[in-house]
């Protein structure tokens, strides 16, 4: 309740209980809802008189505008989620605390502008005038294009016509790592200013990076999933890069996945949208069957590059090392011709398993179900799920003996090896534990960017989009996990993975190669990746979906509950699962509930329901009578329990 006039969308301070808080207001209110709620009323006194009063009004004009509010309420509702958190995430902590919606430091933006100097193959053109056609009107585009085909190209040059006419271009890249790469080659070509939203940055320019782009003054927002909530009134043109990419769903509090958000962000723009990639996720590709997408295909690399060759390497008849003879045959052949090596693995540490030769004791997380994974560098087992770390002991825990060995190859071990190999070579090693610094990951792009020959070893973040113009050979040590995984997304991730991670090699005149180690060179998976016939595989994937009624051809939604106590959970879940099976929506499947693929994590014991229906409108019609009343369902002791909305583990 407030005298003044406060417009939707502005920042006010309220008092809470004994604290004083900062809120949006998203309506104005004469009475309560909860006018016969008794507890009020005995709180409060008289009936009628259960609004309180605004204790200041933060913001003049609105923080949230219209527009993008519509958005979030949008969000929170697909979701089921509190619009409070979805507001939380949508915006600045800055802005959450009540500061002034004031940009601090004005960055200096002086580009050195230069414009393209060559032509656009007949493809990008093709997609250019193609989506450009459509610019005043919401309408989805594939564009798919193979790795090195100039896809960014088609991005820019799409920007550069959109911002004549005051538009606000919003792109999404998977990674941190990945955005000054992407802001570079915007700024080196856009006359306006491009700004950074994404969690590296501090406070102070998070806050100036969103009001820049509330404000119009920023041409084009870049940024990783929550650049999807950025404000933008002039906002023309909405692209996801690499949309097959898994990070673009956030995996805790407000579980949303930005690749599918965008598709209503840029309907409630009227402006287009543009998913990129050499490897379209199934979704995708069920949304271009479903004409939801128009697909371009940009088949080609420009100029004389052509795709690498892609062979097998089969581990059955090589020795346990993690190093196969022709692998490092390779690798030499190529680091001889003053060219550079990467090598894949996806595991960091040093060595996955740490164990007793003699009693078969294995490291194991105290709080987890997980083995703990030697890092050696800084001699403790550390486990990757909850974070606990311990120095490990000299002689077995159990037998005594001092037999302890370990066992299998991280990044870590695998460059200690590559040094003995190649002691004269400069090796690389890229993940997490190398890039934590700040500017980390930038210091070992710009070192392999010199072109001098190397020796890069990493992780995932090396199969996102990287341009590196002096790699030759790429080798991959451990798809076989991938092979072996109950997930039923597993091959479709793998074979993203396995294209994308050679798509790095030969990006200028050299051809470039790839080697594959694996004890199963049958798997059908590999004919089509030495071939690159990504989307022959996918239709053959999209088919064995169909058959069995899982996503994209159904729809999916997890309810996770997790206690110390196993037995809560599953009590509780069970409760849920008799609650929704009470509900009389026979197209939505009820499973579970079933522990989750790691069942005890740091101290709590993970349980999943899951809703599945070919209807989406029924599965959301039964979360939302779901949630009317769950709340008859007495959580025993300290269960907590979440909704996921189109999982993916
Ligand atoms: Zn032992
Ligand atoms: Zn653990």
Redesign the pocket.
């Known amino acids: 309740m407030c005298d003044e006039n406060v417009a939707v969308g502005a920042r006010v301070r309220v008092s809470f209980g004994r604290k004083k808080v900062v809120g949006i207001v998203l309506s104005h209110k004469e009475k309560s809802d909860f006018d016969k709620v008794t507890w009020l009323k005995s709180r409060e006194g008289a009936l009628g008189y259960k609004l309180k009063s605004v204790d200041e009004v933060l913001d003049d004009a609105p923080l949230l505008s219209k527009d993008i509010l519509d958005f979030l309420f949008w969000s929170a509702n697909y979701y089921h989620h509190p619009i409070g958190e979805v507001l939380a995430s949508a915006i600045p902590k800055n802005m959450r605390l009540g500061k002034p919606a004031e940009i601090k430091k004005a960055r200096a933006f002086d580009n050195q502008i230069s414009s393209a100097d060559f032509d656009t193959t007949e493809e990008q053109n093709n997609a250019i005038t193609t989506i450009l056609a459509s610019k005043d009107n919401f309408s989805g585009y594939l564009l798919h294009g193979v790795t090195g085909s100039g896809k960014t190209e088609v991005y820019l040059r799409i920007t550069e016509n959109l911002l004549q006419q005051g538009k606000q271009i919003l792109v999404l890249v998977p990674e941190i790592g990945l955005t000054p790469q992407m802001i570079a080659r915007f700024e080196k070509r856009i006359d306006g200013k491009v700004v950074a939203i994404h969690s590296q940055l501090n406070e102070t320019q998070k806050t100036d990076a969103y009001l820049m782009a509330k404000s119009g003054e920023a041409s084009v927002v870049l940024g990783t999933r929550s650049a999807i909530f950025a404000p933008m009134p002039n906002l023309g043109l909405v692209i996801v890069d690499e949309e097959h990419d898994g990070s673009f769903k956030q995996q805790s509090s407000f579980r949303y996945s930005a690749r599918d958000l965008s598709f209503m962000r840029a309907k409630l723009a009227n402006a287009p949208l543009i998913l990129g990639t050499a490897t379209p996720s199934l979704e995708t590709l069920k949304n271009v069957m479903d004409k939801k997408l128009t697909r371009l295909i940009l088949s080609t690399r420009p100029g004389e590059t052509v795709m690498p060759e892609v062979n097998l390497i089969d581990m059955r008849s090589q020795s346990t090392e993690a190093l196969s003879l022709p692998l490092i045959d390779k690798m030499k052949q190529h680091l001889n011709n003053n060219q550079q090596v990467m090598l894949f693995i996806n595991r960091r540490g040093y060595a996955p398993v740490f164990y007793c030769t003699e009693c078969d004791w294995k490291a194991e997380?105290n709080?987890?179900d997980?083995q703990m994974v030697y890092h050696r560098h800084i001699n403790r087992l550390k486990?990757h799920?909850?974070g606990?770390e311990q120095i490990p002991d000299s002689s077995c825990p159990s037998c005594k003996q001092s037999t302890l060995k370990v066992l299998g190859y991280g990044t870590e071990r695998l460059e200690e090896n590559l040094e003995s190999y190649f002691p004269d070579t400069p090796i690389i090693r890229i993940d997490r534990d190398t890039t934590r610094r700040k500017k980390a990951f930038a210091q070992h792009l710009e070192q392999i960017n010199s072109g001098e020959p190397c020796i890069i070893v990493g992780t995932q973040m090396l199969a996102k989009g990287h341009d590196f113009s002096q790699l030759a050979f790429v080798g991959i040590l451990d798809v076989d996990v991938g092979l072996l995984s109950l997930d039923f997304r597993a091959t479709e991730n793998l074979a993203q993975l396995l294209i994308q991670v050679s798509g790095r090699a030969g990006r200028s005149e050299h051809k470039g190669e790839v080697a594959i180690q694996t004890r199963y060179p049958n798997h059908p998976i590999f004919e089509y990746v030495r071939q690159a016939h990504y989307t022959q595989y996918a239709s053959k994937l999209l088919k064995e979906r169909q058959q069995t009624q899982l996503p994209p051809f159904s729809h999916q939604a997890m309810i996770c509950a997790n206690a110390k106590n196993k037995t809560q959970a599953e009590t509780f879940l069970n409760e849920v699962a008799q609650l929704l099976r009470s509900i009389d929506l026979p197209t939505v499947e009820i499973w579970g509930p079933v522990s989750g693929v790691i069942e005890k994590?740091?101290d709590y014991y993970y349980f999943n329901l899951y809703l599945q229906s070919v209807d989406r409108q029924a599965l959301h019609q039964m979360l939302n009578t779901m949630f009317g009343h769950i709340d008859s369902i007495k959580a025993s002791g300290s269960v907590r329990w979440f909704l996921d909305v189109d999982p993916i583990e």
Request: hydrophobic residues 30%; contains cysteine.
């Open positions: 997380c709080h987890c997980a486990c799920h909850c606990a994590k740091a």
